[in-house]
């Protein structure tokens, strides 16, 4: 297997063509909604990882990443510091640095920074090209503007107003 060549761009650098490479979130090209999503690094460059999906977020207090949702394959959370609401199965919790979420096939979730600081994630999920993801209406969700009004599995729909990302540099890390 061929190394993939890393472009340096104005927002930083980005993978480009099949092979492995080296890629380091400080210098890495950033997505930016602020307000809602938050920084969003998903270490891809122009080509797409067909199996696992691997990212980095950066959540504001207050700041959804999502709309709530479910998917039928697993997805896994680590907080790797500052603090995030988990909202699962219509139950909040308090994530800090080092809690681990996991979320079988089916569960309904999502995280909104909370604290005074920033919250930093990593969110890693099997990836199938149609995995069953439902954005479901949930009134805990929606008192954190996490939720649709209406259930449905079309993304076009569930983030119609949501503002779009931007590229830009990382983020403050830890």
Do not use: K
């Not at 492995?20 to 890495?28: D, G, H, I, P, Q």
């Not at 308090?94 to 600081?117: Q, R, Y």
């Not at 949930?138 to 649709?148: E, L």
């Amino acid at each position: 297997m061929d190394e993939a060549r890393i472009e340096t761009t104005e927002h930083g650098d980005v993978p480009r063509g099949e092979g492995w490479y080296v890629l380091n979130a400080r210098r890495a090209q950033w997505q930016h909604s602020p307000g809602f999503g938050g920084s969003d690094l998903s270490f891809q460059g122009d080509v797409r990882f067909p199996e696992v999906g691997f990212h980095v977020g950066v959540l504001q207090s207050g700041e959804p990443a999502c709309m709530y949702h479910r998917e039928d394959t697993q997805e896994g959370f680590l907080v790797l510091s500052g603090h995030c609401l988990a909202i699962v199965e219509g139950e909040e919790r308090l994530l800090g640095p080092w809690d681990f979420l996991h979320c079988p096939g089916g569960t309904e979730h999502v995280l909104v920074g909370a604290g005074e600081g920033p919250c930093t994630v990593i969110a890693f999920g099997a990836r199938r090209p149609d995995d069953g993801t439902l954005y479901v209406a949930d009134p805990g969700a929606a008192r954190h503007g996490a939720s649709v009004d209406a259930d449905t599995p079309d993304p076009r729909v569930a983030y119609a107003d949501s503002p779009p990302f931007t590229d830009g540099p990382a983020p403050p890390l830890p």
